[in-house]
């Protein structure tokens, strides 16, 4: 008989959808809910880093099956959602963890980093989620993970757009919940501290900004990949099932000091 432990946390039979999974946090959140028993579609352009993220994932006793996208393009959207039901069934957990921050001083942002910011970091999100409601109502439930931000609650340096596109995705994540939640499916966000990612590699790199952020945090350091899986576990999970709508911060306690 399966332990308790197991009946709350395991992802065992669930198909997972994954934007972003050719890197950083999306990769990583991928690898953590194919650990977890799930079934993992990676959506990202670069193909042959997802290629590599598949063939870890399959190495390591799990299935996952790559889709190269460009969610950049609207079509793309509803494309990723159909072919992306394919190799295992339905989605019935999606991590949006596709995301960019052009970090350009505000004088600089033109109309289209500002659009592409949004576009990617907010519209897809939810564009994608509506295009797998369906589905998740076939099987009567889901998981919606979206990734905030500190910058959804504090402006940072640079950030223009990305902390607007970050802003909402907390209000996005209430709206979904708002939406769907009465037809099982949970919408919640992680809002992650500094972890060592692609997009982070500007601050990573320069030993001060990454010591000065590590310090900003209660447990003083910066994020490490492993700090994710549980909260990427619990929110995928039938022991979030009354957690919706909410935001929960892995940042070491940088928001709470
Ligand atoms: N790292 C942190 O400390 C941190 C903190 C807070 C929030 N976040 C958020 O976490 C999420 C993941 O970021 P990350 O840090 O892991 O950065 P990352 O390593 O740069 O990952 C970004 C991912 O988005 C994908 N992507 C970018 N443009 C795309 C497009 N047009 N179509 C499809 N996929 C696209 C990239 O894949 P391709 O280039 O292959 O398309 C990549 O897999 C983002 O939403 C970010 O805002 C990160």
């Known amino acids: 008989m399966a332990s308790y432990v197991e009946e709350l946390f395991s992802l065992s039979g669930r198909v997972a959808l994954v934007s972003g999974a050719s890197s950083g946090i999306g990769r990583h959140m ?13 959506v990202a352009r670069r193909a042959d880093r ?30 990723v959602a159909s072919e992306g039901a394919q190799p295992f069934g339905a989605p019935d957990i999606l991590i949006n963890a596709a995301g960019m921050n052009p970090r350009q001083p505000p004088d600089d942002v033109s109309w289209d980093v500002w659009d592409a910011t949004l576009h990617l970091n907010l519209s897809v999100p939810f564009f994608l989620a509506r295009a797998l409601i369906p589905g998740m109502r076939g099987k009567k439930g889901g998981n919606i993970i979206n990734i905030a931000s500190m910058q959804s609650y504090r402006a940072f340096a640079n950030g223009a757009p990305y902390g ?20 099982g499916i949970a919408a ?4 992650p ?9 500007s601050i990573m790199d320069d030993p ?22 549980g909260t990427t576990i619990f929110l995928a999970s039938r022991a979030s099932a009354y957690v919706t709508g909410q935001v929960l911060p892995v940042d070491g306690g940088y928001s709470a000091t």
């Open 30 to 42: 991928a690898a953590t809910l194919a650990r977890a028993g799930a079934d993992v579609v990676l």
């Open 50 to 79: 997802l290629a590599e993220v598949e063939a870890a994932i399959s190495g390591a006793g799990g299935r996952a099956h790559a889709l190269s996208a460009d969610l950049s393009q609207r079509d793309e959207v509803s494309r």
């Open 164 to 183: 607007a596109s970050k802003g909402g995705v907390v209000q996005l994540t209430r709206a979904m919940a708002e939406a769907w939640s009465a037809d």
């Open 188 to 191: 919640n966000a992680i809002a």
């Open 193 to 201: 501290g500094f972890f060592p990612t692609e997009l982070t590699q």
């Open 208 to 229: 001060k900004l990454s010591a000065y952020h590590a310090e900003k945090t209660a447990i003083g350091r910066n994020g490490e990949m492993a700090d994710l899986d």
